[in-house]
């Protein structure tokens, strides 16, 4: 917190902070990795004024590729920012080697994924994808980023459903949703819902790069 007040601590091991007192940012940069996988993957949880992860950074969660057991469950990854979240050239990843992949939820004033920067909430293995919600009261804006809940190649399970909510919704520059099945996977796409308030919803590509969302399953 950037100024006096009282953290509360959880039965669950979370904080609580007072509503009236003012957050402090966080910012990871130059290849910053914060990381709770393992066998099971953990939770983690970001609470801040603003978010910047920048610079080749990661959050990881979920499990190690080759590990888990069809019916584990990884943990969620939560971030919320009573200003903006930015992800920069960086990656938020909750992908799971077996098992189910848990929930990626971001909660802020505005959200901005640019430069090749990624939510990913896949499986590599027998489990299913995780669930992404971003609820965003100002502004989401996709350029050159992707948010991705997909059965990879070899893998087997449901891919996970994708929501966003914002007052507008911008994908430009190749920005792409994607909740679906990769040739070589096995199982059933899920749904990708936008629901922009404010009624302004802008997806444009570029020359090289479409923008757009998919809930594609290519043939295993």
Do not use: W
Request: zero cysteines; hydrophobic letters at 35%; glycine letters at 16%.
């Amino acid at each position: 917190m950037s100024t006096a007040g009282t953290i509360g601590f959880n039965d669950d091991g979370s904080f609580s902070f007072p509503e009236n007192v003012a957050r402090s940012d966080i910012s990871l940069s130059n290849d910053a990795l914060v990381d709770v996988t393992g066998t099971t993957g953990g939770d983690l949880s970001l609470t801040a004024g603003n978010i910047t992860i920048e610079g080749d950074s990661e959050l990881q969660g979920g499990t190690f590729a080759n590990t888990g057991a069809p019916d584990s469950q990884s943990g969620d990854i939560n971030l919320q920012a009573t200003e903006a979240i930015k992800l920069d050239a960086s990656t938020i990843d909750n992908a799971v080697g077996t098992g189910n992949a848990g929930e990626v939820e971001i909660i802020a004033t505005n959200f901005s994924i640019v430069n090749d920067g990624q939510i990913d909430s896949s499986t590599l293995g027998n489990g299913d994808a995780g669930n992404i919600t971003i609820d965003v009261s100002e502004k989401v804006s996709l350029d050159i980023g992707n948010i991705v809940s997909n059965i990879l190649e070899e893998a087997e399970g449901n891919a996970g459903e994708i929501k966003v909510s914002a007052n507008s919704i911008s994908l430009t520059n190749g920005a792409q949703i994607q909740s679906g099945v990769f040739e070589g996977g096995q199982g059933n796409g899920n749904n990708v819902t936008l629901n922009a308030r404010g009624g302004d919803v802008t997806i444009s590509g570029n020359n090289q790069v479409v923008s757009g969302i998919f809930t594609d399953v290519d043939d295993g």
